[in-house]
């Protein structure tokens, strides 16, 4: 359900965009913002070992996570991350919207209090 749902967001993204895959963190907002209004978002490729979105997948995931930001001027606060997992989870089932709070909401969490992303683990139920 997840794949097919980041395929069909990652499709309806309306801009004329390039992702940059860099290898250092994207998540300062002058710079994204800046990007954004030339029509590009730059994407990190740093800590793209996702289980659940392997490779590209992930790319096309942070694509529409950092979307969702930009476009609804949010940060990559706790808060900002808690509000696009509202937006981003909207009309998926119960199952889903947990894991995506896992994806985002959790990983924000760990990543602002201890500075660095948590190894990812899968669990499947």
């Given amino acids: 359900e997840l794949r097919e749902y980041l395929r069909t967001k990652y499709s309806e993204i309306c801009l004329d965009y390039r992702p940059l895959f860099l290898d250092c963190e994207t998540n300062d907002p002058v710079i994204l913002k800046e990007l954004y209004k030339n029509n590009i978002i730059a994407v990190s490729s740093l800590h793209n070992n996702c289980p659940l979105f392997p490779g590209h997948l992930n790319l096309q995931f942070r694509i529409t996570h950092d979307y969702i930001h930009l476009g609804h001027n949010l940060d990559f ?33 760990y990543r602002l209090y201890f500075g660095k992303f948590p190894d990812q683990k899968v669990i499947l139920l």
């Fill in 77 to 109: 606060s706790y808060e900002g991350e808690f509000r696009v997992w509202e937006i981003q989870s909207n009309g998926l089932s119960d199952i889903a919207k947990k894991v995506l709070f896992s994806e985002i909401v959790l990983q924000a969490a």
